[in-house]
């Protein structure tokens, strides 16, 4: 058993790209449909400049595209305004006639304005609760390109959300994941929609496992681009990339996986030395090493707990692939998950509720969740084609997966309620899901 779970892992690592150079995303496939939503009425943002025309158009594309995304919202059609399509000044005094936007169904309602200028646009909005007679939930302004107007419109959506839920929303956040659509596995990146998907990878050779930063500064990823074995290298956004990085490690082992901790000081490992494949943590600079996981079974797949202080991983050391859960000193290692023969690729929520992870059922995996301490243990997702790697958004609301229910992998996204399914990609072989963290 543990070395057919070997055979697996290194399989899992060393796929060659087959495939397709297909460039194109998918449209977006949204499998659930959605009947608890909120009703929102968006007004025409007011344009307080010349030439702001443009920017408004993208701005309100990029709202509705957010408000649409994050599955709590309907857009009310201007064609049933009872009151003004267009957005008044925010400092104008008058109040709104909240009944015109209640009579239509509204839950909530949009105002803005926008000024642009040739190097710049600021955007202000506000968000009102029209069941509460029209109460001021949230204001908010942003700063920012003009070629960027369509990111402001889903962190307007996110704004939104976090309104009338407390936390925002994750339009405007990104996921990176390995596809083969060149012909080789490469790392690439795209908007938490499949928007804006590029390269971020061209070394021909055979990249997995990207791990975001928790700045989202970075992605550290493993490649074997170097001496045609598995080490860890590291993309920094709008910075030339250090490339292969914990050179001056102390030790000489293959490093198959690198996550980084909350705190993004630290990073867990997945390393082979000496024969045995564990669990190891090693400053970014690559001191410190330390060994969690002294054990002769297979110890693979870390995932942090948000604090930090608890690290959960798999290991074949009582037969099969299992869940466990230890210390982030490697003190305490506990097996948490009974349910199922073979259970892998654990992913722990920002909100420290629930751990994601894989489970084959009959011949395919599905995506269950299981809470921290092994009492709760439920199936999220289950497909006749395998699901897999999990991957949270920084919401704890929704999570990326991929899964090959259309014959290649693709990635997909869903709510944690297992509604709003989504397919966000198209072409190639695409796995290995993370989603990053809110930009800053």
């Given at each position: ?43 025409r943002f007011a344009q307080t400049s010349r030439g702001a025309e443009r920017v408004s158009q993208e ?153 975001w930063s928790p700045d989202g500064s970075s992605i550290a990823y493993t490649s074997y681009r170097y ?214």
């Amino acid at each position: 058993m543990m070395r057919g779970f070997a055979s697996a892992l290194l399989i899992a690592l060393l796929l060659s790209a087959s495939g397709s150079s297909a460039q194109g995303r998918a449209p977006i496939e949204i499998i659930n449909p959605r009947d608890r939503t909120l009703k929102v009425a968006v007004q025409r943002f007011a344009q307080t400049s010349r030439g702001a025309e443009r920017v408004s158009q993208e701005l309100a594309a990029g709202l509705r595209s957010g408000l649409d995304f994050s599955g709590m919202f309907t857009e009310i059609r201007e064609q049933a305004f009872l009151g003004p399509v267009e957005s008044p000044r925010l400092d104008d005094r008058r109040p709104v006639s909240c009944d015109r936007w209640r009579q239509i169904g509204a839950d909530a309602l949009v105002q803005g304005e926008v000024q642009a200028s040739a190097d710049a646009v600021r955007v202000r909005f506000r968000v009102l609760d029209v069941a509460r007679g029209c109460k001021s939930l949230k204001r908010n302004q942003f700063d920012a390109k003009p070629n960027q107007a369509g990111r402001i419109g889903k962190a307007v959506a996110d704004d939104v959300v976090a309104a009338f839920t407390g936390r925002p929303g994750v339009s405007d956040t990104e996921i990176t994941f390995a596809s083969t659509r060149g012909g080789n596995k490469e790392i690439h990146v795209m908007d938490a929609d499949g928007h804006k998907l590029r390269a971020a990878t061209r070394n021909r050779s055979i990249n997995s496992f990207p791990d975001w930063s928790p700045d989202g500064s970075s992605i550290a990823y493993t490649s074997y681009r170097y001496r045609n074995r598995p080490a860890l290298f590291l993309l920094t956004r709008g910075r030339r990339s250090p490339g292969r990085i914990l050179r001056n490690m102390k030790a000489t082992g293959a490093i198959y996986r690198g996550t980084f901790s909350p705190d993004g000081n630290r990073l867990a490992l997945v390393m082979s030395d000496h024969g045995a494949t564990d669990i190891f943590t090693v400053g970014k600079g690559g001191a410190g090493l330390r060994n969690l996981t002294r054990h002769r079974a297979i110890d693979i797949s870390p995932a942090w707990s948000p604090d930090g202080r608890r690290i959960a991983f798999v290991s074949d050391r009582t037969g099969s692939p299992q869940l466990y859960v230890m210390g982030s000193d490697g003190s305490g290692a506990r097996r948490i998950s009974y349910n199922g023969s073979y259970n892998t690729a654990p992913s722990w929520s920002p909100d420290g509720q629930w751990i994601a992870y894989e489970s084959r059922v009959g011949g395919q995996f599905d995506i269950w969740l299981i809470d921290p301490e092994g009492r709760s243990n439920v199936p999220l997702i289950s497909h006749g084609r395998s699901d897999e790697h999990p991957s949270w958004a920084p919401d704890s609301r929704k999570l990326a997966f991929a899964s090959t229910r259309r014959g290649r992998a693709d990635i997909y996204v869903v709510d944690v309620n297992g509604d709003n399914l989504r397919r966000i990609t198209n072409g190639g072989e695409n796995t290995n899901p993370d989603w990053g963290p809110y930009r800053r």
